[in-house]
């Protein structure tokens, strides 16, 4: 069966230090991989997606970059944190053109505080 | 630019109560539009509605989807204290090479005993 790991679970960073978040998947090959972001209270907002290796879309532009560097790993990443950079983030998967119920998968999620 | 919006922000009721959430869309070549339960961490899957006027049903929670208006709703009867949790309604439309999945700012249902 398919899983997802996402660590750490929680994070303190400074501001300025760099940031780097790990999202693996298992049991599935060529997935669509998401990162989102959720501020305290509000919606999930989606960062990035990739359909494949080196493959990244950028949905709103920002202090984040995220990299694929194998097919079932995806990295956020930032070189310079700001304190807007907190909040919850969320990995997940997709099979492309999936036609099942259940399309979108996420992880356990990490709980980034930056101060 | 493709967008959700749910409605009410937030809601407060006694156990008993039903409640109907509100989400409206704008998506670029629409696939279908998701609801999911969310309480601490990993939101949870509810429902998939891709048809207009089909409910979907699961115990007290059911949804059903206009297609014409640009709109669901989720309905919750008999509500329990277990139903307290942020709802997230999420649309999936066409992105570069794939569907992505586009999720409103949520409803935050508190149910008191």
């Known amino acids: 069966s398919q899983t997802i790991h996402q660590w750490p679970a929680t994070l303190v960073q400074p501001v300025g230090s760099p940031l780097s978040l790990e999202c693996t998947v298992e049991?599935?090959?060529?997935?669509?991989l998401y990162w989102y972001r959720q501020a305290a209270g509000r919606g999930l907002q989606l960062l990035f997606y990739?359909?494949?290796?080196?493959?990244i879309s950028s949905e709103v532009p920002q202090n984040l970059s995220a990299s694929r560097p194998q097919d079932r790993q995806f990295i956020l990443s930032s070189k310079k944190l700001l304190l807007s950079d907190s909040g919850f983030y969320l990995c997940?998967?997709?099979?492309?053109?999936?036609?099942?119920?259940?399309?979108?998968?996420f992880g356990s999620g990490t709980q980034l505080s930056v101060l | 630019e493709d967008k959700v919006v749910q409605s009410p922000l937030s809601l407060v009721v006694h156990e008993g109560d039903t409640v109907t959430l509100n989400c409206s869309y704008e998506v670029t070549n629409f696939r279908s539009l998701l609801w999911y339960k969310q309480e601490k961490k990993a939101p949870t899957f509810l429902f998939m509605l891709?048809?207009?006027?089909i409910e979907k049903k699961s115990g007290r929670l059911s949804s059903i989807l206009d297609k014409k208006e640009l709109f669901s709703i989720l309905n919750i009867t008999a509500t329990q204290t277990g139903d307290s949790a942020v709802y997230l309604c999420?649309?999936?439309?066409?992105?570069?090479?794939?569907?992505?999945?586009?999720f409103g700012t949520g409803t935050r249902l508190k149910v008191l005993a």
């Open positions: 990739s359909v494949g290796i080196g493959q």
């Open positions: 891709t048809s207009s006027g």
């Open positions: 997940a998967w997709s099979v492309s053109f999936a036609d099942t119920n259940e399309k979108l998968f």
């Open positions: 999420a649309v999936e439309g066409i992105g570069s090479g794939t569907y992505k999945y586009i």
């Open positions: 049991g599935t090959s060529n997935p669509n």
